[in-house]
Structure formats: C-alpha cells, structure tokens
C-alpha cells in the first residue's frame, strides 16, 4: 500500500482485501460499474472549465441516478444505499485530507520549483530554507513552522513553465504582519508610486491600505485593484483614500477608465428659464 492509502485507511478505520494482479474477472462487478460511469457520463467526452466545477456537475448525474431501481432487487438504488448507510461506521469529524508533503528548497525570493517546471511562491521570510509543502489535486500550499499555509495556489500541470503568486493569501498574512511588508514579494512588483505611499504608512495606516486592496480585489479583481489605487495616488486623492479608488475600480470596470465623458443632456431650456442677466421671475405669469 502507498503511504497515502494507509492514511486513507487509517483516517476511516476500514479493513482491506485485495485481489491479484491483473484478474479482473475477481472484482467482475466493479469492473462493470467503471464500465456504466464510463458509457453514461464520458460519452461523448465532456468538457468543462475546471476539474472541480465538472466534478460537482457529474455528483448531482450521479444523484439522479441512484433515483433508478436496481436491475436485480426491483427497489430505487438511493433506498437501498439508505439501508447500507445504517451499517456503516461513523464517520470522523475531520476531513481526510487527500494529499501528499514534500521537503523542497526555496530560493533567494522564498519560490520553489515542483514537477520540474512549475515554480510557486512562499514568502521572501522563507528564503534559501528547506519547507514542508502541501500537495494536492488541485492546490499547492507551503507550510511554515507550525503547518499553517504560508500561501496556496491552483495547481499547474504541464510540461510548459509556469510561475505563480498567490496575492490573496499574501494580504491576509501582511495584514496580520505588516512588519513583513518591507520583504513581501507584493511589494517589489507594486508601481512605485503605490508602493512609496505604503512605505510611508504607520503600522495603522499600511493595515487600512492592505485592507482597501483586499476588498477592491475581491471584488473586482488584483489588476483593476492596483490600478485604482495607483492612479487615486498619482491624482493626490489619498485623502479619503477607500472612497476615492473604489470610484476609480467602478469606472474602470464598467465605463473604462479613459474612455470620453458622453453628451450630456440639452440644457438650453434652462438658460432660457434662468437667464444670465438676473435670474427668473418666479411671481410671474
């Protein structure tokens, strides 16, 4: 067994018994199920965004399906899995985590290479150091001492390189350290004009600014967050800093920032009711 399975195994407490290599014909049954899920659910191939999102679409086929009766007891497949569920074992509070750890060695901007190609960042904090990373089907995290996520990261396949940052995970841990800042990977790649007006920020003052692009990201992305914020600096709109990029976010995202104001209304009925020379006699008739 690999040392994943005999967590897998140990996490639910089951007991195993294996057939031999290469006699299909002992596990005939299993065997014809892969067979059904292969017909139904991958014919023609599908295709879908992500593994994850596809994942979730093919759980509720499945759901449908079990709404079917069984071939040989005449009952729907769901109610005789409800009788089985009574006979099962509880199962444990926490989730089995479907993954594997590596010792990597990150370089001088505490990055570090898996598969060959693909390079992940950590935190400058963790530079030239041996780490623990968290492997999974989908993700990548790097660990610190006490196996917290430094970051995580989708996880890149391929033969291509690749190199990536996860920026959302870095501003939690700078709002939560903002002493790192000065080290942080964000800040070397920030325009200068936003990265000298963090530097100028008092502890209070950089953790309100970490926040706004935090929030600006979430909602409408890293890019149109940085932007909004470097050119409400450029504009000398820092007072008033949230308010003033979150205008400059929306703009950006919804109307362009560069884009030519539009014709406003005809305002001449106005000129002709409030005149220049005096203004409107309003006790006339």
């Known amino acids: 067994m690999t040392q994943l399975f005999q967590r897998f195994q140990a996490h639910f407490g089951f007991e195993v018994t294996f057939c031999n290599p290469a006699s299909g014909h002992e596990k005939g049954n299993v065997e014809n199920k892969v067979g059904y899920a292969r017909r139904n659910y991958f ?43 009574k006979a099962l074992l509880p199962l444990p509070k926490l989730e089995f985590e479907a993954c594997r750890y590596e010792h990597v060695k990150t370089n001088g901007y505490g990055k570090f290479v898996l598969g060959g ?30 196996g917290d996520a430094i970051s995580r990261h989708n996880r890149e396949f391929g033969s291509e390189r690749t190199d990536t940052v996860d920026w959302t995970t870095m501003l939690d841990q700078l709002m939560v350290k903002p002493a790192a800042w000065k080290n942080s990977v964000m800040r070397s790649q920030l325009a200068y004009e936003v990265r000298d007006y963090m530097d100028e920020q008092d502890k209070s003052g950089l ?50 920032l560069h884009t030519p104001g539009e014709a406003g209304p005809d305002m001449s009925r106005y000129d002709e009711l409030l005149p220049a020379s005096g203004g409107a006699n309003y006790g006339s008739k």
Request: glycine share 2%.
């Open 43 to 85: 014919v023609p191939l599908p295709s879908a965004p992500s593994l994850l999102e596809w994942n979730a679409e093919l759980f509720q086929v499945c759901e449908l399906d079990n709404a079917r009766e069984h071939y040989k007891k005449d009952e729907p497949i769901c109610t005789l899995f409800e009788a089985d569920r």
């Open 117 to 146: 190609c693909h390079t992940y960042s950590s935190s400058p904090m963790y530079a030239e150091r041996e780490i623990v990373v968290r492997v999974s089907a989908h993700f990548i995290e790097p660990l610190d001492e006490a």
């Open 207 to 256: 953790k309100q600014a970490l926040k706004l692009i935090k929030d600006l990201s979430n909602q409408y992305g890293l890019d149109v967050a940085m932007t909004s914020m470097q050119e409400a600096i450029v504009r000398k709109r820092t007072e008033g800093l949230p308010v003033n990029a979150a205008v400059v976010a929306a703009r950006i995202v919804h109307y362009g």
